[in-house]
């Protein structure tokens, strides 16, 4: 057959045409550009509109950095120094960083012991973010809050011990009476760790300088630190609240359950600023005079319990999207109620919170300014008070808030980057 | 039931707080440091330097009470406190002295229950206007929009001064002086108006103060003064006197330079003598040693040293002695007598 039309056709191509690139129009740079920015006249409109308001703004505020003075004492010997121009004092940052970062009162000769905390925080949050860490690392991770504690506040190394070793007790008195039930290992915990620190009190008294550091009042604490404090503490410690709280709600016995309620509704009736003047002010006249209740511990018992309302909440929202039938596959199995919560329900109810328990954790991390209102010098604070009161510093505005929103957005930037990312790790549902 | 017991003996304990610290003296000096709250932060007033040391015309008045009742100006422990948090702050007994820049005011004597020991500042409302505007007195700012802090005496200030001289304005409400100051340079407001003394530190911090005036009126009295709570007389008769030998030691001339020496003997005026206690006792009187008054000029200098090192002439905020002279200069300092 392929021979009768041989005449008639010039040429037959027997090989492939070798690939050819292809057209400008629809390859790389220009496609991209053509489908995402000029992809009709009224995105094309767009953005030119954006590209001017960008170009606006890096023209109008790169003189601003490139010009930045480093060096100067004071705003004025800035402006001298700038001579007209436009330009940023960010002299204020190079001067005043101390501050910023640890609060004016914090000894200069200390500021190592928070730094190596919170390098030693990253390490000790790599087993709890990332589940491919190895587990022996959780190990640090349980002896890591005594160690902050030791490091930030100073003093004796056998305050932090003893209180580790009241834990420790605690939990093999539990493991010890757990197999009776799960209340009496729970006294018996309890019991053990209260013999632990009344007989380690005894031991902190006779030797209270043992290994100290130069101990740190709470008072003196300040700057990013105290909002790294807060914001750490009060997230983990309002998550296992948080948890308890919501299985609470949802409980059969009625005690249990309307205290619950009660604890959740009225903490979210009331804004987060009341209670920190509660926490400041109010308790003030109902301690007996002469106690000094450190003011840290009692914002900390003041934002947790609002965190862990509004956790409770997000964690109740996970638990009502499970599907019923998860509850009984897991009573069809045998398994008790402390089973089924903790092997069936929480796994998959916590998955469903992520993004919930992630925004209130950031929410709460940028709350911790409020704490400037009630005179704490917290980052805020810090730039409210003593550094605009300052007289060399009176005036400086937007590299003061510069920084502080840079701090801010680095971490809840990635504390949120981090949620998107385990969500993916979590999901199983191959969508 | 017994939750309710727990709270009313909550409650009693803290009634009888104010009860149980009558002795302030002798707290104190159990202590070792004097309790006294200031500003978290005002130019001048107070206000912690680059080595974390608070520093200020506040601070001056907190250190020298330390000096006299405990012997050390550093014996201080710096509460700082907030407008809303200063009076619960005292009221509660966590802080000996309120030095903070309070206007002496009739209901904060006698309805909030604290006692001014003295004034340490007279100052009073003023407005600042930027130059181009034109205007020299504040009866032309017809029509103004007007940056105002919200909560304060100013505020209710401003609308009786209005009120009076029938013009109208328009309020832009502010949080802080902080605040403030770039509002008013982008324009937001023609005028801003706040305590005198407040208006010249902000106009120091301009770029170009002498684009700025502030205006000759002044619309209302703010005393400012030191403060501590009722029901403790002797505490507070130790303040008021030390803040009195401050005064009385600028005007009969004794500086931190030669207290020294005219405390070493008894010199030829009878009432510097009094003072230092070379003569008389009148620290005994008050529950303290004869050289009260000697360490109280030594922690900072006399009243006019403290004014001219914090907020003086020579300082950027740059305050002129205006009203705050000795009496005998034509202003309203004059301390009743040491005898």
Not at chain 2, 214 to 232: A, F, M, N, Y
Request: glycine share 10%.
């Amino acid at each position: 057959m392929s021979d009768t039309h041989a005449q008639s056709v010039a040429f037959v191509r027997d090989t492939m045409i070798p690939e050819q690139a292809p057209p400008a129009s629809e390859a790389g740079i220009i496609k991209w550009m053509r489908e995402n920015l000029f992809s009709g006249w009224f995105n094309t409109i767009l953005t030119l509109v954006s590209l001017y308001f960008i170009y606006q703004i890096v023209t109008s505020a790169y003189p601003w950095f490139a010009n930045g003075i480093w060096t100067t004492s004071s705003l004025a010997e800035c402006r001298e120094a700038l001579d007209g121009m436009t330009g940023a004092c960010f002299s204020v940052l190079t001067e005043r960083w101390n501050q910023l970062l640890f609060g004016f009162q914090y000894p200069n000769d200390a500021y190592w012991r928070p730094t190596l905390a919170f390098f030693l925080l990253i390490v000790a949050l790599v087993p709890v973010l990332y589940p491919k860490a190895p587990r022996n690392m959780l190990i640090f991770t349980a002896i890591y809050p005594f160690l902050a504690f030791w490091l930030i506040w100073g003093g004796t190394i056998l305050i932090p011990i003893v209180a580790m070793l009241g834990f420790v007790g605690g939990y093999f008195a539990f493991k010890q009476f757990d197999h009776q039930s799960f209340a009496m290992g729970l006294l018996a915990g309890v019991i053990a760790a209260v013999v632990v620190w009344w007989v380690g009190g005894f031991a902190t008294g006779a030797a209270p300088n043992l290994l100290a550091l130069e101990a740190v009042p709470s008072r003196d604490m300040g700057g990013f630190m105290l909002n790294m404090i807060l914001g750490t503490v009060c997230v983990a410690l309002s998550l296992p609240i948080g948890i308890v709280l919501a299985l609470g709600r949802q409980s059969h016995m009625p005690i249990i359950k309307w205290i619950c309620v009660i604890f959740i509704e009225f903490i979210r009736g009331v804004p987060l600023i009341t209670l920190l003047f509660v926490a400041n002010v109010v308790l003030a006249y109902f301690l007996p005079p002469g106690t000094n209740f450190d003011l840290i511990l009692r914002v900390i018992i003041m934002i947790t319990l609002f965190a862990s309302a509004y956790i409770a909440e997000v964690i109740r929202g996970g638990l009502a999207a499970l599907p019923r039938g998860q509850y009984e596959a897991a009573d069809s199995l045998g398994l008790d109620y402390a089973q089924s919560t903790r092997l069936i329900i929480m796994p998959q109810a916590l998955k469903i919170s992520i993004p919930g328990i992630v925004n209130v954790a950031v929410g709460l991390f940028k709350d911790t300014v409020l704490v400037s209102v009630i005179s704490m010098f917290d980052l805020v604070g810090m730039i409210r008070g003593p550094i605009l009161a300052s007289t060399e510093w009176n005036g400086v505005y937007w590299e003061l808030w510069g920084f502080a929103v840079f701090v801010f957005f680095i971490v809840c930037f990635s504390i949120s980057k981090y949620s998107q990312w385990l969500e993916r790790q979590l999901a199983t549902d191959h969508r | 039931m017994k939750k309710l017991a727990i709270l009313g003996a909550m409650t009693a304990a803290g009634l009888t707080a104010g009860a149980a610290s009558a002795a302030t003296l002798d707290d104190v000096k159990a202590r070792g440091t004097l309790n006294c709250g200031v500003t978290t932060g005002l130019v001048g007033f107070a206000a912690p330097n680059a080595n974390g040391e608070w520093e200020g015309f506040d601070v001056g008045v907190c250190r020298a009470v330390a000096a006299a009742v405990l012997g050390d100006p550093t014996a201080v422990e710096f509460v700082p406190t907030t407008g809303k948090t200063r009076f619960t702050a005292l009221a509660s007994g966590e802080i000996d002295l309120l030095a903070r820049n309070t206007t002496w005011t009739f209901s904060r004597d006698v309805d909030l229950k604290f006692e001014f020991v003295g004034i340490n500042y007279y100052d009073g409302q003023g407005f600042m206007v930027p130059k181009e505007l034109g205007v020299s007195s504040a009866k032309e700012l017809d029509g103004a929009t007007v940056c105002i802090q919200t909560g304060t005496t100013t505020e209710l200030n401003l609308a009786d001064f209005f009120r009076a001289n029938n013009i109208s304005y328009e309020p832009v409400p502010i949080e802080t002086n902080a605040e403030a100051q770039p509002l008013y340079l982008e324009g937001a407001c023609d005028v801003y108006t706040t305590d005198a003394s407040g208006l010249a530190a902000t106009r120091a911090a301009f770029e170009n103060p002498g684009d700025h005036v502030v205006l000759p009126e002044i619309i209302s009295k703010e005393p400012l003064g030191p403060l501590v709570r009722h029901g403790d007389n002797d505490w507070a008769d130790i303040n008021r006197w030390v803040l009195n030998a401050l005064i009385a030691a600028e005007e009969l001339g004794v500086t931190s330079a030669n207290v020294e020496e005219l405390a070493s003997a008894p010199g030829d005026n009878p009432e510097i003598n009094r003072l230092l206690g070379t003569e008389g006792t009148l620290g005994e009187m008050l529950g303290l040693d004869a050289d009260w008054a000697k360490r109280a000029i030594m922690a900072g200098g006399n009243y006019g040293e403290l004014f001219e090192k914090n907020i003086g002439e020579n300082t950027p905020i740059g305050l002129a002695r205006g009203l705050n002279a000795q009496w005998t200069e034509g202003g309203l300092l004059y301390s009743p007598p040491f005898r």
